[in-house]
């Protein structure tokens, strides 16, 4: 009896170890199988990163298109134009010139984008000049709403404007008060500008003695304006036109030099170029207008002064800008 007692005392150990070894050793494959199934091969993981990525991209480009669609409707360029130029002159002076604007009712040309008005500060440069010596002789080369302000300060006095385009012309309104506004056309495109200056130095036909602007036989000379441009004496000359900022455009090269010349016919005149930061006006204003002669100057205005030189043979006393 002790053996069978003792055999059977024995029976649960040796199934125990035997059943902890059968489910140690059947685990084991399973454990292997689990951790295989854990280490994902890399050449299947990588496809499955390029189509994430690629579906981000796609997301990515379709919001992109839908907001760029959204703002185009809105007209941001537009808007942000109107606000620019409300920033740099008043509602009263403007108004009309915004129609003109991207988005607005178009002229002939539109040319708002293109030509600057006058910031606030150069305005009142400008007012100032014509209240000091008003009623004048004024001559300006374009038309901006906001010169038209400028008769007034000038009354009395006579105020021309010469314009070439038929939209800015058609803004402004000539009234008694001695103003007139001429429609003019220059042909001389931007892109010429550097065989112009080297012909003027080369040529002593355009030399500041030759007062005759009509017979001038000068390449710069602006032979076609109304007739009161070349009778009268100007007292303050302004060039702004024509529009100049693209190679194709009509430059101010001639304005620049024809202004130069109706000032030395006259006892002192004024000649207020602007737009000075271009290269065009920079050039031709050194050259025919001169640096000795520069007495002031505002924003992307210079102020020359200059009296009556008819007899001299040089614009200026020195050359100040070079070209090879």
């Not at 402004?172 to 931007?190: E, F």
């Not at 004496?233 to 194709?248: C, F, L, Q, S, T």
């Not at 602007?274 to 210079?302: P, Q, T, Y």
Request: charged share 20%; glycine share 4%; net charge positive.
């Amino acid at each position: 009896m002790p053996p069978e007692e003792s055999q059977s005392r024995a029976l649960p150990v040796i199934p125990s170890v035997q059943f902890s070894s059968t489910v140690a050793s059947g685990t084991g494959p399973k454990l292997d199988g689990a951790a295989r199934r854990m280490k994902f091969p890399r050449k299947k993981l990588l496809p499955v990163l390029v189509f994430i990525l690629s579906c981000l991209s796609i997301l990515r480009l379709l919001k992109i298109a839908i907001t760029t669609t959204t703002t185009s409707h809105s007209s941001p360029r537009a808007a942000a134009l109107s606000s620019s130029i409300q920033q740099e002159c008043s509602s009263s002076e403007c108004n009309e010139v915004q129609s003109n604007a991207p988005g607005g009712e178009s002229g002939p040309r539109k040319t708002v984008a293109n030509s600057a008005l006058l910031i606030p500060k150069e305005f009142v440069f400008l007012s100032n000049l014509i209240t000091n010596i008003a009623p004048c002789n004024l001559l300006v080369f374009g038309l901006q709403t906001q010169y038209l302000n400028l008769s007034s300060i000038n009354a009395g006095g006579i105020t021309v404007f010469l314009e070439d385009d038929p939209y800015k012309i058609s803004l402004s309104k000539a009234d008694s008060n001695g103003t007139r506004v001429y429609k003019v056309k220059y042909q001389v495109p931007a892109k010429k500008a550097y065989k112009l200056l080297k012909h003027a130095r080369e040529n002593p036909v355009c030399a500041p003695s030759t007062s005759l602007l009509q017979q001038s036989s000068c390449k710069l000379a602006l032979r076609n304006l109304p007739q009161e441009v070349y009778q009268l004496k100007w007292d303050v000359v302004v060039v702004d036109g024509p529009i100049g900022d693209a190679p194709e455009a009509p430059g101010r090269m001639s304005t620049i030099y024809t202004a130069s010349i109706l000032a030395r016919s006259g006892k002192t005149t004024d000649v207020v170029v602007h737009d000075v930061h271009r290269m065009i006006e920079k050039w031709f204003s050194w050259e025919f207008l001169c640096e000795e002669n520069l007495v002031s100057a505002k924003g992307r205005f210079w102020n020359f002064r200059i009296s009556n030189q008819s007899n001299d043979t040089r614009f200026c006393s020195s050359e100040t800008v070079r070209i090879e």
